[in-house]
């Protein structure tokens, strides 16, 4: 069993930053792949980045060169650098744990956390 805890979001004027974190209960963080997802009011919840084991990555092409997403073993937490945001990227974020990659829908996890709010303002 993994229980994930982010945070970090919060509320922040379009063309700034946020970065998140993601915290992992269990001793095998290290052998999941790692993945953010978000929903937006009245959508479907949609990938945005994961991260294997060993730190492959692979993003959504609408956060390609502005979000990055990396990982500390060693203190069982995930992140997610969100640089130049938009309106757009105003949704709750979830992180989840699995162990395909690279992992782009939500069944393709085992574990997700509750999800923390990010608001983008003009």
């Known amino acids: 069993q993994v229980q994930l805890v982010e945070s970090g979001g919060g509320l922040v004027q379009a063309g700034g930053s946020l970065r998140l974190a993601c915290v992992a209960s269990g001793r095998t963080f290290s052998s999941y792949a790692m993945g953010w997802f978000r929903q937006a009011p009245g959508k479907e919840r949609e990938f945005v980045a994961v991260?294997?084991?060993?730190?492959?990555?692979y993003y959504a092409d609408s956060v390609k060169g502005r979000f990055t997403i990396s990982r500390d073993n060693a203190k069982n937490t995930v992140y997610l650098q969100m640089n130049s945001l938009k309106l757009e990227d105003t949704a709750v974020y979830y992180c989840?744990?699995?162990?395909?990659?690279?992992?782009?829908?939500?069944?393709?996890?085992?574990?997700w956390g509750q999800g923390t709010q990010v608001t983008v303002s003009s």
């Open positions: 989840a744990a699995g162990f395909r990659f690279p992992a782009v829908t939500p069944d393709e996890y085992r574990y």
């Open positions: 991260i294997s084991w060993n730190r492959n990555t």
